[in-house]
């Protein structure tokens, strides 16, 4: 099976929105580059450095599954049924969407059990590949449950001072993590890869 | 002047020490290397990696003056008038102690006009040196009141989850900082430095 892997950017203060969930200036480095990438669905577009391109493509090249809170399904719309990624996604709720209007795209799939659940048929449909979670809540339950293997942050500089955390609803003494096995400056950001220890 | 530059160890979610002061395994890296390092006074030495002990000399050895807040004066009880760095301290408190019992080391200097009054003191006192801000209030002080040049973290990767933030008390919209001139990977540990963009 593929590794589990939480991602997102995020404040040097932990933060990974504002409470609004407004990102603020945390993806400001989507927009600081020449290299254009194109996605599958809206934005059409964004535009890194060169070395954060590389980054990007290396990381989501490897997925296979994403899965998601309800919140983010609900604040995207889920994606309408198309992930700007390209990838099917995996939502964990407590009650699927009755009718949701862009089930027939088949990209996305409800769980209810839990995260271990969750993670479980993620990985189902990624194969061997990478199981990508949300930060937050997802990423949060996933930690305290010992079903992550890498935290990879891309550390932006700003402060944020309050809003949604990265290592939300975390059992600090259930997470341990090593020293950063992926480190790359770019332009208001520096991608890093933190592995899990068991 | 010298420059002014806020330092201090901080977990991945932001935190410089659990909320009862303890700093967890933040300070972790002082123990892990065979490079002793001897400081003024207790702890009589810590042992860093050949990485951040380049580091960490490179550092102290610029530094003039230190502006620590009256919690952590109180704490160490003032380091009994002798900082491990072997360097004076301004205290910023709204009362000096009345009979401290290590004044006579003429150490330790008090502050109570407020952060702008205890950096320009630190300022005199250090002259062409750095001036070093203890993360947490003081930081967060001087941060918002655009006082500070330089913020250092040494980035531990462990999840606190809750205790003392570095950028406690801080304005964020009045801290912009820029991409880090100084990425060091160590063990436990990775030195960054974020300059201040005024």
Known sequence: MGKV???ASMSLDGFVAHENNDP?????????GD?????????????????????????????GCLVVGRLLFDITDGWKGQHPL????????HEPPADW???H??????????????????QEIAGE?????????VAGQALGAGLVD?????????VLGSGHRYFADVDPAAVRLGDPTTIIPSTRVTHMVFPVER
């Open 86 to 93: 390209g990838v099917p996604f995996v939502v964990l709720t």
């Open 5 to 7: 892997v939480a991602s």
């Open 35 to 63: 290299v254009e990438v194109v996605t599958a669905s809206e934005p059409a577009s964004f535009h890194l450095t060169p070395t954060s391109a590389d980054y990007w493509r290396d990381w989501i090249g490897q997925i």
């Open 105 to 122: 795209t088949g990209n996305a799939h409800f769980v209810t059990e839990g995260i271990e659940e969750a993670i479980a048929r993620a």
């Open 24 to 32: 603020g200036r945390l993806f400001d480095w989507y927009e600081v």
């Open 101 to 103: 209007a862009h089930a």
């Open 129 to 137: 590949r990478t199981v990508a979670l949300a930060a937050g809540t």
């Open 150 to 158: 890498e935290v990879a942050v891309d550390l932006v500089p700003v």
